[in-house]
Structure formats: C-alpha cells, structure tokens
C-alpha cells in the first residue's frame, strides 16, 4: 500500500535520512539553532532558503555550506518579505521542508510590560508562520512528501513559572496550530509536526553561560546536565526526512527530560 508521504527507502537503508533534491525553508537561520537547522538539512542533502535580518550572518553561513544555499535577508515580521520569499520558493516549483524557527522572547511580569512589546512577539512567534504557512500551502501540497516542522518550546507545554508570558502563549498556540495543520493537510500528505526544546546554548539563552542558570538546569533536567547545540540535529533530520513519514501533528520535546517530571 502506498500513499502521499510514504517513505520509499528500503529498510535500514541510509537514505531514509537524506533530502536529495528537496527544497527547505529555514527562518531564523542567521543565528543559533536556525543556523544549525540551515546546515542539517543542507548536508542532507537539500537546497536551503535561509532567511533572518542579519544578513551578513546569512552570507557566512552561505560560504560555509557552498552550493545548494540561498539567503534571502528580510524581517520576518513584514509580509511582504513573506511574499517575496514564498515567490522565491514558486521559482524553484517545491517546497519540501518548512522551518518555521524565527523567534524572539519577552522579558518581565507581564503589568510591566508594553502592548507593543506584546505585539511583537506575537507577530514574529506566531503570525509570521500562520502566514508562511499559508502563502507556500499550495507548494508544500504538491510536494510528494513535505514536512513542516514549527520550532515551539517546552515552554508550549508547561508554564516557565516565571515570566516571557506573550513567548510561552505563542509557543503553546503554536503547539496546537501543529496539530491544526496536521489536520487540514493529512490528507494532502504533508506532515506537519513541533520541535520543543528544552534550553539550548544560542543567543537567545545568553549561550547559557550564567553559571546560575546552567546550574538550574543541571538541577530541572533529568539527564542532569545542559545540551550541546548539536544535540537537536537528530530531531530535526528526523522529522524532516522520512525517518517519520507516518508521524504527524506530533509535538517532539527535546529537553534532557523537564517536561516529564
Ligand atoms: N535556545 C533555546 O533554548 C530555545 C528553547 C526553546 C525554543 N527555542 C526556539 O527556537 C527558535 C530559535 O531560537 P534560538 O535560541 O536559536 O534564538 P536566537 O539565537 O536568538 O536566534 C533567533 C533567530 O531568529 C531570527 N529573528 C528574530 N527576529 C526576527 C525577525 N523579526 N525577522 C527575521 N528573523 C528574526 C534571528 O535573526 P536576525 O536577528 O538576524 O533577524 C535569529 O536567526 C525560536 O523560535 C525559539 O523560541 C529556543
């Protein structure tokens, strides 16, 4: 029996994990684990659109790569930068994998922060990947077995307890627009799954560098210690290939066990 989206690689064969000819969109692919998204899937074998502001970030990642890389600098947060990378995509007739990685966190409790500051988390954690979503939904459908894969948080699940209140409801709503996706389009074969990571060494976490906070979370993790950066290769490739060809609306937590005490 075969079907949109079924793996056609033999058992145990090499290329179940490979992206040969396929197209990816990363976002948020200047920096931190955008970045090492964008490389993962190159070396799998896929033609990469990175897409952040800084675009020297871009052109150094590009040169690292070599072939196979475009960069399209933009805000992600200006729709019209969404248009021109969707048409780009049009260009190349497919897309095969989506990241929707962009994203920025608030900071304070949640009276002492501003509307606009709220606005914008929203728009660049949320609103940019309904709307990438839909502006590449008709390429991803004729795609014979796309993946999108929404990078949310652990924080989409449990609460932080502290504060970041627009980021955790933006994680959680993207938490649940994965399995809303998933829905819509099962039947057209595209697989729509989450990544949520725990806290991992980027910009974002200050490279986990305070010695209280990495302490933290030797203390908060199961596995007692903090990640490398690589360490979230293996769930990205997974749910971009067909490695997890019949997994869909899934939410892949990757957080040396948080979550699960
Ligand atoms: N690191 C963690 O511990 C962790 C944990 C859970 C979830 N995550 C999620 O993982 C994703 C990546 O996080 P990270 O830790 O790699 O963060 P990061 O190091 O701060 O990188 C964020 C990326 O998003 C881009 N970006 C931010 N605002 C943008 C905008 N307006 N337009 C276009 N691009 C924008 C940045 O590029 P430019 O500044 O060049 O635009 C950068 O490439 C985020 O969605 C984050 O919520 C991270």
Redesign the pocket.
């Known amino acids: 029996m075969s079907g949109p989206g079924r793996a056609a690689a033999p058992a145990g064969s090499g290329d179940l994990w490979r992206l040969d000819g396929a197209v990816a969109l990363v976002?948020?692919?200047?920096?931190?684990?955008?970045?090492?998204f964008a490389r993962v899937l190159h070396q799998a074998g896929a033609q990469v659109l990175a897409?952040?502001?800084?675009a020297d970030?871009?052109d150094q990642l590009a040169r690292e790569c070599g072939e196979r890389i475009e960069v399209m600098?933009?805000?992600?947060?200006?729709a019209s930068?969404r248009q021109a990378l969707a048409r780009r995509l049009e260009s190349h007739g497919r897309l095969d994998v989506l990241v929707?990685?962009?994203?920025?966190?608030d900071d304070g409790p949640i009276e002492s922060q501003s509307l606009d500051d709220l606005r914008?988390v929203i728009?660049?954690?949320l609103i940019?990947v309904l709307d990438m979503c839909r502006l590449t939904a008709a390429l991803l459908w004729d795609a014979p077995s796309a993946s999108v894969i929404n990078?949310?948080?652990?924080?989409g699940i449990v609460s932080s307890r502290g504060p970041m209140a627009a980021?955790n409801a933006t994680?959680g709503a993207l938490v649940n627009l994965t399995r809303q996706l998933a829905a819509q389009w099962g039947g057209r074969g595209v697989r729509v799954n989450a990544?949520?990571?725990?806290?991992?060494?980027?910009?974002?976490?200050g490279h986990?560098a305070d010695a209280d906070f990495a302490r933290s979370i030797r203390e908060h993790t199961l596995l007692a210690r903090t990640p490398a950066l690589e360490e979230i290769d293996g769930p990205l490739l997974f749910l971009a290939t067909a490695a997890s060809s019949y997994m869909t609306g899934q939410v892949l937590v990757i957080d040396g066990g948080w979550t699960a005490v």
């Open positions: 976002t948020g692919a200047s920096a931190g684990l955008g970045a090492r897409t952040a502001r800084r970030l871009l600098p933009g805000d992600i947060t200006d930068h929707n990685n962009a994203g920025i966190c914008q728009e660049v954690n940019s990078v949310a948080s652990m924080y980021y994680k990544l949520a990571p725990g806290y991992f060494p980027t910009e974002l976490t986990l």
